[in-house]
């Protein structure tokens, strides 16, 4: 089964930019639509980002859109996640996950990372 690794995580100051990975194990990651969700304190997991296979589709949410970029190196086996303008409402953990739709849902997706911790401060 493929492994997910997420690392890049870290303290920022609003108004930075940080940009988070995703290692995948295994031959097949260009065969799966990758997805970024976050979880912040007291909240339920929420959608990102998604990014289908080759040829790459992106869908964002609209609290994330014009600020965060997801793109996909298949070579790599890597999805990344650039995030811009952070804000302190963007600290949480944030999770890649692995699936075969474009999905928003994060009860669609069986594969995660471990997550990684996004902090902006004020």
């Known amino acids: 089964q493929m492994r997910l690794v997420e690392s890049g995580g870290g303290l920022v100051q609003a108004g930075g930019s940080l940009r988070l990975s995703c290692a995948a194990s295994?031959?097949?990651?260009?065969?799966?639509?990758m997805s970024w969700f976050r979880q912040a304190p007291g909240r339920e997991r929420e959608f990102v980002a998604t990014i289908s296979w080759n040829p790459a589709s992106t869908y964002y949410a609209d609290s994330v859109k014009g600020r965060f970029t997801i793109s996909r190196d298949n070579a790599k086996n890597t999805v990344y996640l650039q995030m811009n303008n952070l804000e302190p409402e963007d600290t949480a953990v944030y999770y890649c996950?692995?699936?075969?739709?474009?999905?928003?849902?994060?009860?669609?997706?069986?594969?995660w990372g471990q997550g990684t911790q996004v902090t902006v401060s004020s």
């Open positions: 996950a692995a699936g075969f739709s474009m999905r928003t849902d994060r009860h669609e997706y069986d594969i």
């Open positions: 295994g031959r097949t990651f260009s065969s799966y639509v």
